[in-house]
């Protein structure tokens, strides 16, 4: 602890800027983002402890756009003698040029550069300050930009704050994305921040970095980053542990600020079927899976995977590898969704169901790691129930293929001598085109079945193959396609709510729920309200009851 140095509170100022609410339907609302600006105020304005006069941290929660962060700012740089400390919470988002953007309310996902505040900006508000030390600290996407020299698709490079007393702290590199675990209080690395602070000590700047780079490298999370010029990597924000309950019992002695006033909070958008909440997927390894089962309050214990207040419930999303930035829906996963609504809600299950975008290659991970408790709709394929769980089927077809509706270059199976055809990695549908029947067809293996989809939209190749239900909702989003009519080859694919081993009493549950609910009209209805194209085959496609109990809670051989 030598060399420990600690701010004058009088001359000392923080701007908390958290952007949690969003307009655009692309950006996904971050519930953490309020904890988190709440748990770092209470902290450093602490009566004892904290390093800021309540009436000189300013909070900014979900500033609708560039002005209103601006004149926080500029008051903080203007009154800042000693120290400046700037925080940023929301999405991290790229340019055109791959130059990082914070997003605020009101950000337009088309036009980030005119409706997102730019990196460069706030830099340089902050090396503009004259206080004696300068501390930004950012959780975000791609937030590592501010530490290290990234050059854009275009060859620009950012420049740095390489002036005397800054500190940089950010969540992730430049390249990654930063994480909130489903269901947690605080973002990864704002959670981590904050237990660090709570520590006997206090810990100086560096090491608080050094004690969140070792928690979340643990986790198998990107690890922060840092770029100190100058002592100020020996200063402490804090002059002794906060602990949460002293946190809470001073917090209501603090007179929220103009910012505070000023804020707007998006209400909650409906949702379809039990108010569906959704949270972002993310990379993760057993460990992560782990701490968000400990802040979900689950346990391996539990003899049920319904015991808490949260389900997780995992959709397919391929779109990139962005925790925050949300997929487009399709009609199947919507049908998906609804179903596994209905059979909650008929199992009288009292948890609150929350939608994760999944990658394809993680779904399996996802459940065996109990990151999420249920899939809403995986491919009941034989290696898959020798590792998970499967109630189902909740629909089935045979397999189909899908084409540009201009090009009709495929109308039978033998067209396929010669092309080229994309197919989901580990699906019925690899499988099938391995046979011998297509020999001639070129055969190229995508994570998921988005990934053929945009192949073919793109023109990369000339066909998809894939369970028909799902290229039927794939037709239904984009006009320019089309499933090739009455080819159907292979046996039927079935797809099932998936659930982790372990658990047969639960699967057991939803699947008597699941014969009830086909053997009603409730599944038609859904079913035809979601894929209107192929209502047609409703009663065709219907699973039986027999069919249910002979492929749920077992193995396939």
Known sequence: ???????????????????????????????????????????????????FEPEHCVVVADPKDQATVGAALSQ????????????????????????????????????????AIHLDLVKRMVGGARAKARVLVLDCCFSGQAVSSMAGRRGLALGQLNLTGTYTLTSTTATAPAHAPPGAAHTAFTGSMLRALAVPGPLTLDEVHRHVDKEL???????????????????????????????????????????????????????RIWAWRTVPAIVVLSAVALLGNLLRGDSEADSSLFSGDKVLVGLESDTDN?????????????????TVGELLKEANVKSRPIRVDVKSSDQIDFLQNRTVDLNAALAMTSKRTQEVEFVGPIASDRLGLLDQKSANRIQRIVDLDGKIVCVPADSNAEEAMRSGTFKTTRVVKKPGSRSCIEALEEKVVDAVAGDSLSLSAAELENNQLKVVPGVRFSAPSYYGVALPKGYSKDCKRLRDVLMKYVSSGMWLKAFQTRLPNVSQRGDELRPSTTKIQELSCRRLV
């Open 1 to 51: 602890m030598t060399g420990t140095s600690f701010p004058e509170r009088a001359t000392s100022r923080a701007v908390l800027i958290g952007t949690g609410a969003f307009h655009d339907p692309e950006l996904p609302d971050i519930p953490a983002v309020r904890a988190n600006l709440d748990g770092l105020r209470r902290t450093l304005t602490h009566p004892v402890h904290g390093a």
């Open 76 to 115: 903080a740089v203007r009154e800042s003698e000693d120290l400046l400390l700037v925080y940023y919470c929301g999405h991290g988002l790229l340019d055109e040029d791959g130059l990082l953007h914070f997003a605020l309310t009101g950000t337009d996902t088309e036009n980030v550069s005119f409706s």
């Open 217 to 271: 490298a643990g986790l198998g999370l990107p690890r922060p980053q840092r770029r100190s010029v100058g002592a100020v990597g020996e200063l402490s924000l804090v002059r002794g542990p906060i602990r949460e309950s002293e946190a809470s019992s001073t917090a209501g002695a603090q007179a929220p600020t103009e910012a505070d006033t000023d804020s707007t909070t998006r209400p909650a958008s409906p949702r």
């Open 322 to 338: 962005s925790m925050w930035l949300s997929p487009r829906w399709g009609s199947f996963s919507a049908f998906s969704l609804d």
